[in-house]
């Protein structure tokens, strides 16, 4: 069975800190991992993460794949009050279609 | 764009009513997904649609799920009779292709609560 392990499964932070939230995984036949932003209503999406190595980056957040350690990471610079949400990693695999989401890091950013 | 939209945003309903949750995808998109959100067992997949043709259902929990796609534009899911353990977050989602390489987009989800 696919396994996503996010950790930690929160965090307290003040705005200005950085932060970096990780997921490891288990599945067959890799194909990607995503992340996702979920704050009160829909996880929206923020990276896709196909090939190890690549940064990919958006503004303060950024995120990386390592294939070969079966993570990654998901890394916010300069935190402010409006990045506290759910953070979830999913990975797909195995069947072409299916992601499997990982429980989330509730990350909550103090002014 | 619209993004997907599901209905009723919330769902409040006694034990062993019919209730049936509404989804429409982003114009274009083939691929849906109904999830079940709680916080034990966190997000899980209850059935994808591809093409309006239901391809996985392995993760309905039972009989008393079902889920349709007549068209397109227009999926829902309905739990009868429902019951307390069935209450939880339902989001729909849906995505242009079929694969795992294409991001799934979320609808806003329906709060369900079975009294």
């Known amino acids: 069975e696919d396994k996503v392990v996010q950790s930690p499964l929160s965090l307290v932070v003040h705005e200005g800190d950085t932060v970096t939230l990780n997921c490891s995984y288990e599945v067959t036949n890799f194909r990607s991992l995503l992340w996702y932003k979920q704050e009160k209503k829909a996880p929206t999406f923020l990276f896709m993460l196909?090939?190890?190595?690549i940064e990919k980056k958006s503004g303060r957040l950024s995120s990386i794949l390592d294939k070969k350690e079966l993570s990654s990471i998901l890394n916010i610079t300069a935190t402010q009050t409006g990045d506290s949400a759910i953070y979830l990693c999913?990975?797909?695999?195995?069947?072409?279609?299916?992601?499997?989401f990982g429980k989330g890091t509730l990350l909550t950013v103090n002014p | 764009d619209a993004g997907v939209i599901q209905s009723p945003r919330h769902e409040v309903t006694e034990m062993g009513q019919e209730v049936t949750l509404r989804c429409k995808p982003i114009s274009g998109h083939n691929s849906l997904f109904w999830y079940r959100q709680t916080m034990m067992r966190g997000l899980e997949l209850l059935i994808y649609?591809?093409?309006?043709?239901?391809?996985?259902d392995s993760g309905m929990p039972e009989d008393r799920f079902s889920a349709k796609m007549p068209n397109a534009s227009f999926s829902t899911l309905k739990i009868q009779p429902s019951e307390p353990r069935d209450s939880a977050v339902y989001f729909c989602a849906s995505s242009l292709g079929s694969g795992s390489h294409q991001p799934q987009h979320f609808g806003d989800g329906t709060r369900l609560s079975i009294l």
């Open positions: 649609f591809n093409n309006n043709v239901p391809i996985d």
């Open positions: 999913a990975v797909g695999g195995g069947s072409n279609y299916k992601l499997t």
């Open positions: 196909t090939s190890s190595g």
